[in-house]
Structure formats: structure tokens, C-alpha cells
């Protein structure tokens, strides 16, 4: 018998005060990005033979730490997406903020699941949901849970409507036995998650009514109204209305008390994908326009859009908290709580959502709460708006640009125009343009279509953008412009 017996392996390190150094190094590392990101270019494409590093097969022996994050430092930090720079505009992308960052790493290093038992992270979640409430104007006896993001925050929500529909105790017997034809009404503009949502609850797409936009992109009340009066007519069973406060589009508002006038006078579900802009509550501007969010039945946001938290976190707030937990709560015996010990303390998380394992999520949103407190979000989110109606404005007093949105929220729309071009012309050049934005690592805004146009998209949820981006990107915007029509034909 050659074999030791007891063996003991582990995953720590043999030299601690090697990982220590290590770590050391990479806090350092970090540092130095953020505060140099300003001159770093926005994004840079990424050579073949690096991408081809990330087709191998597992690795069967390990190697030194330090050989590991040699790795990560060559292939992977100077690849990245980019919503970390100043000058990221594309999709609606958070910036993160560094306490943030060293909220996630101790959240990491901590490792609790926080779902069940005795321990301080689960009052910190705890915390952290009753000041989302508190933000957000929601009584005290609501509910609430932090997921992934806007998707799972509205899917959350929209099974909690789903499932207190009435009293056809839909979550014992599904959708199968309920004779009702239940409908979801949205705008065009609503994001597809709520959607997919609808498809992943049973209810399917067709259930799903569209209703049109006015000219600012919000839904139109009136046609709502006609929709739904025509669908009961028709025998189907209108229940949740979902209004979006600041689309995915142009961060257009829907108009959200008479959505709530509506629901009420349907008793139907009012919810608000507030994804992105229900935090524009904060902006003084905007806050009378958003007040109805505080009467809905629920709500989902984004914390690492607005509030600059890394990803991944969102949360849904539900108004009836007893409709939330009688929507999720399940008590199986490996889970069952104590009054006392380990398995004491709060209600159990799982009881308010689908997941059961969860990150320390909430101590990267209770730190950056706390260091910078909510009148500097305040600031920050004002400031982003202010900025979007600057850069507006350099739009308007430019005779080759036009707004092709009005501005709402941080979304600008604009695209280049040339007198005599075709809409396929103005397609093909605002296109050439953006892509040499985002490729000479100038700017990264993205794009949409509105009614045909093909336009550049500036959203701005980046709390490192100043004012003088916006003059430099206008600029570049043109210069491109030029330089290209000189070169190319159309
Ligand atoms: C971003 C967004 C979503 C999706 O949120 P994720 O965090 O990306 O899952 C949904 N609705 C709106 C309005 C959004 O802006």
C-alpha cells in the first residue's frame, strides 16, 4: 500500500502571501483602469489569435495564480465592452462606480447564499429592498426582491399578476383550467421582456395587445381604451396593463395616471417596467410625471443601469405583499425555519421569487448607497438627463444634423443628413458613421429606427460623462461625416 490514506486537498493556496500580493495587484490594476479610462479608447476589436485562446479544450492541470491573471491581463482587460468609458452611449448600459465594485469582491469573498437563515447579509438584502421601496414611494408593508435584472424583475412581477388573478388559484392548476382568455396590454414601445414574460408564463404572445404611440412615443390612452372595451366585447379577459416609465427607444414616458385611471377602472394589474427610468423619480424634472409609480400594483427597476451599481442587479416591488409571498412560497422540509439558530431569523427569499440560491447582491447597492447617499444620485441622474438635452440642443443649432426623437429621460436620437439623399442613402451614411465612431474608439452610441430613420441612439446612464463629451462627439459626428462623403459614393 503505496496510497496515503488521508490526504487532505483544497482549493487555497499553498503560499498565501503570494495570493495576497496578487490580489494586491489586481486592485491596483483596477485603479489605474478607471482612472485612466478617459484617454483609453471606448472599444478596440479583438484580434483573431486572441479570440482563438477562448476555443481550447478544459485545462487538465492547473497553473501558477500569477501565469492566470498574466492570461487574464493579455486576453481579457483590454477587450472589454466598453460601458465603463466616459463616452459609452450604446443600448442602456450602467458604468458601475468602484464601491460598487468592492461591494461585489467582498459580497464574493463572504460568500453567503442569501436565501435562508441566521445572518447579517440577509437583513443587508433586507435593507436594501426597504430602501428601493422607500425610493420609489412604496408603502412600507410592500414587498420586494432583488433579482439578475429588468428582465427577471418583470417577469417576477408579472407572475405575481398572473397568479392573483382573481380566485382561479392559477398557480395549483396552471392556465389549463382557467376558462379566461387572459390579456396583457403594452405599447409598440414596450421592451421584450415583457413579452417574453408573457410567453414563458403560459400566457403566450397573442395575449400580448400592442397598442400604438403618439408622436413622443407614448401609448395612446384612447386606443388602450377602445382595445380593451373591444376585447371583453369579444369575450377575452383583459388583466394587467404594463406601462413603461422611459422606454428602451427614446426613454418616452407612457402616460402613467391615466394608465393607472385605466387599471382601475378595468380592476385590472397595473404594472411599470421602470427598467430603466423609473429612478428618473430622482430628477426634480421629471419626478410629478412619475408619481403614479407609487400606486402601482408593481414595479420593476434596473440598479445597474441607473444607479451605476455593477451587474448584475434589479427589483421588483409588489404592492400586496401577501399576493407576492402566496405567489412563490413553498416549504419544503430541507428548507424549513427555525426560531432559532442558523435556520432562524427572516422570511426565507425564496418565498418572493423563483430562485433559491443567491448572491450577496444587495452589498454592492448598500455600500454605494452609503457612501454617496441619495442626493448624489440625485445629482448624477439629473445630470445625465441635462446632458441629453445639451447634446439635443448642439444638435438643433447644427444644419447637417437632425433630432430624430424628442428628448426624454438621457436618450438622444439624431442622425446626419445631406441635402438630396435618399432615406437608404442617409441609412448607409449614418451607419459608415457610427461604425467608425465605435471603431476608431471615439464614442460607442448605437442605433435604432424611428418611424423609418435610421438614427444614432445616446443613451446615457454613465456617471462618467461630462458635458464636453457631448461637444466632442457632435464633433466627430461631423467630421466622419465629411471625411467620408469625400471617399465614398452613396
Ligand atoms: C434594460 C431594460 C429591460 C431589461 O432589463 P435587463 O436588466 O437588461 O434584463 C427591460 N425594460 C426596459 C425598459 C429596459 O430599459
Not at 492566470?68 to 482587460?77: C, R, S
Not at 448624477?380 to 447634446?391: F, G, H, P, T, V
Request: proline fraction near 4%; charged fraction near 25%; charge should be negative.
Amino acid at each position: 500500500m503505496t496510497e496515503k490514506k488521508h490526504e487532505n486537498h483544497t482549493l487555497d493556496p499553498e503560499n498565501w502571501d503570494e495570493i495576497r500580493a496578487l490580489g494586491h495587484q489586481m486592485i491596483d490594476d483596477l485603479v489605474n483602469y478607471w482612472q485612466g479610462i478617459r484617454e483609453e479608447p471606448t472599444w478596440k476589436p479583438i484580434p483573431e489569435e486572441i479570440k482563438s485562446t477562448f476555443d481550447t479544450v478544459v485545462p487538465k492541470q492547473g497553473l501558477a495564480p500569477a501565469q492566470v491573471y498574466e492570461q487574464f491581463k493579455t486576453t481579457i482587460f483590454p477587450y472589454n465592452k466598453g460601458n465603463v468609458h466616459p463616452r459609452f452611449f450604446a443600448w442602456i448600459q450602467g458604468t458601475g462606480n468602484p464601491m460598487g465594485v468592492w461591494g461585489d469582491l467582498l459580497a464574493s469573498g463572504m460568500n453567503p447564499n442569501v436565501a435562508i437563515g441566521e445572518h447579517a447579509p440577509m437583513y443587508v438584502d433586507q435593507q436594501v429592498v426597504s430602501w428601493c421601496k422607500e425610493i420609489m414611494g412604496f408603502p412600507e408593508n410592500s414587498s420586494g426582491i432583488l433579482v439578475s435584472g429588468g428582465s427577471m424583475a418583470n417577469i417576477t412581477a408579472l407572475t405575481v399578476a398572473r397568479n392573483s388573478f382573481r380566485d382561479r388559484e392559477i398557480r395549483k392548476k396552471g392556465l389549463q383550467q382557467t376558462a379566461e382568455k387572459l390579456l396583457i396590454y403594452c405599447s409598440v414601445e414596450t421592451h421584450s421582456c415583457i413579452q417574453k414574460a408573457a410567453e414563458i408564463i403560459g400566457l403566450g404572445t397573442d395575449a400580448v395587445r400592442k397598442i400604438g404611440v403618439n408622436k413622443h412615443f407614448e401609448m395612446l390612452t384612447d386606443e388602450l381604451e377602445d382595445q380593451i372595451r373591444m376585447d371583453i366585447s369579444e369575450g377575452f379577459t383583459p388583466f394587467c396593463i404594463v406601462g413603461t416609465s422611459g422606454t428602451v427607444n427614446t426613454g418616452a414616458i407612457d402616460p402613467m395616471e391615466k394608465l393607472l385611471s385605466l387599471s382601475k377602472k378595468y380592476d385590472l394589474w397595473f404594472h411599470v417596467d421602470g427598467a430603466y427610468g423609473a429612478l428618473c423619480k430622482l430628477d426634480p424634472i421629471y419626478s410629478d410625471r412619475l408619481k403614479a409609480i407609487e400606486e402601482a400594483d408593481s414595479l420593476a427597476f434596473d440598479l445597474h443601469k441607473w444607479l451605476y451599481v455593477p451587474y448584475e442587479v434589479g427589483c421588483t416591488l409588489i404592492r400586496d405583499k401577501k399576493k407576492h409571498r402566496d405567489s412563490f412560497a413553498v416549504n419544503p422540509n430541507y428548507l424549513l425555519q427555525e426560531s432559532r439558530g442558523l435556520a432562524g431569523g427572516l422570511d426565507s427569499i425564496n418565498n418572493y421569487g423563483f430562485e433559491l440560491s443567491r448572491g450577496f447582491k444587495a452589498l454592492k447597492v448598500w455600500m454605494s448607497l452609503k457612501e454617496h447617499g441619495l442626493e448624489k444620485y440625485r445629482k448624477m441622474i439629473a445630470q445625465n438627463n441635462r446632458q441629453a438635452e445639451y447634446l439635443a440642443e448642439l444638435v438643433k443649432s447644427e444644419p447637417l444634423l437632425e433630432l430624430t426623437a424628442p428628448v426624454s429621460m438621457s436618450i438622444t436620437c439624431f442622425r446626419r443628413i445631406e441635402p438630396g439623399f435618399s432615406e437608404e442613402q442617409l441609412k448607409e451614411l449614418n451607419r459608415e458613421i457610427l461604425l467608425r465612431l465605435q471603431e476608431s474608439g471615439i464614442a460607442s452610441p448605437s442605433s435604432t429606427i424611428l418611424n423609418g430613420k435610421y438614427t444614432f441612439r445616446i443613451a446615457n446612464v454613465n456617471q462618467r460623462t461630462r458635458f464636453e463629451d457631448m461637444d466632442l462627439l457632435v464633433k466627430e459626428v461631423l467630421r466622419i461625416g465629411h471625411e467620408i462623403l469625400k471617399t465614398e459614393s452613396f
